[in-house]
């Protein structure tokens, strides 16, 4: 079915629409890996590929319906945009840009429910990291359901007298560098929190 609806969602670009494919994504990427790299990133066709229930959401169906792997595979493809949100607000704002952008996009939308972590002024801005805690012992780079993790993870460390930076980082592809190099020469290690594999 995944394989059927990402083929179709090609055509429909190709006619000049703007197609959602939303799926379960393990299946969206493991199952239509060939549809997505053949018909949509080697043509960049505008679509956005809505992978539900990422990483363990699925928890007791098991390894068949985990998705740990699909943002290392969906990174590797030409022209894919891929954006990991961490709450409600960054979401929606992902999906509205996704709309506007010229190319694939592959967004990871959770089941799980998650708190707000972002403030009302907050704008996504793909290729752009946020600074949600500013310190210079460790950083901690997070994204998805496990960013509020990664804040309460912060916490714990400024009691400890550990100030640690932390970095959302929605854009996996494209990637803040800057952000990246800033932590890495600015503060003592850097830590990745992800709901999957590297």
């Not at 429909?12 to 990427?29: D, R």
């Not at 840009?97 to 996009?105: L, M, Q």
């Not at 850097?190 to 709901?195: A, F, K, L, N, R």
């Amino acid at each position: 079915a995944e394989q059927n609806m990402v083929g179709v969602s090609a055509g429909l670009a190709n006619g000049g629409k703007v197609p959602f494919v939303s799926g379960a994504g393990c299946f969206l990427t493991a199952r239509a890996m060939e549809q997505v790299k053949a018909d949509l990133a080697y043509s960049n066709y505008h679509v956005v590929l809505c992978a539900q229930s990422p990483g363990v959401a699925y928890g007791p169906l098991g390894a068949t319906h985990h998705s740990i792997e699909d943002v290392a595979w969906m990174r590797t493809l030409p022209g894919m945009t891929v954006i990991v949100p961490a709450d409600p607000a960054e979401t929606e704002q992902a999906v509205r840009w996704a709309y506007t952008h010229d190319g694939p996009v592959y967004i990871r939308i959770s089941r799980m429910p998650v708190p707000a972590v972002h403030t009302d002024d907050y704008t996504f801005v793909p290729g752009k990291a946020t600074v949600m805690r500013d310190g210079a012992d460790v950083t901690i780079v997070a994204n998805g359901t496990v960013l509020h993790r990664a804040l309460a993870a912060a916490d714990l460390l400024a009691e400890r007298g550990v100030n640690a930076r932390v970095l959302s980082m929605a854009s996996v592809k494209p990637l803040d560098e800057e952000a990246i190099i800033a932590a890495a020469q600015e503060t003592g290690g850097i830590v990745t929190v992800e709901e999957g594999l590297v």
